[in-house]
């Protein structure tokens, strides 16, 4: 496994969707990543471009990520880049179709960060019936209850 972890801020509305196939929530969002670095020759700092990562969350973790992340929100992000890549077909006789590459990012965990803002933790309750079940099959459906 190729997993990396980027620190970000949530550049978009998150956008919660259910997959038609299986029913699986799956919710995509971006993160900006800016960073800066200092000038060796006039010792100030120098922003750099900001750099956007897609990412790609599934199934019950999805839901969690919708229900607590919002824009503008600090989040560190760790998880896999994989091929989202796509063949565009042109509708113009003669032309070759144009292959789009892009990646996004698996995301395998994704914690809110707290340098600069302050977090309310609910922890997810399972009954051991909806344990089992997310083992055998990944999902499980859960209720939310404030830690505290």
Request: charged share 25%.
């Amino acid at each position: 496994m190729n997993e990396n972890t980027f620190h970000g801020t949530v550049g978009r509305e998150i956008r919660l969707n259910h997959s038609q196939r299986t029913g699986t929530a799956v919710v995509n969002f971006s993160i900006a990543i800016n960073s800066r670095r200092r000038d060796q020759s006039t010792g100030q700092w120098v922003d750099r471009p900001t750099v956007w990562k897609d990412v790609v969350v599934f199934g019950q973790f999805a839901e969690n990520v919708y229900d607590t992340l919002t824009t503008g929100m600090h989040v560190t992000v760790t998880g896999e880049e994989v091929d989202d890549s796509y063949t565009k077909e042109l509708d113009q006789p003669g032309r070759d179709d144009v292959v789009i590459r892009r990646t996004k990012i698996e995301a395998r965990d994704v914690a809110v960060s707290l340098r600069y803002q302050k977090a309310t933790v609910e922890k997810v309750q399972r009954s051991r019936e909806q344990a089992g079940d997310q083992q055998s099959n990944g999902r499980a459906t859960t209720a939310p209850q404030q830690v505290g």
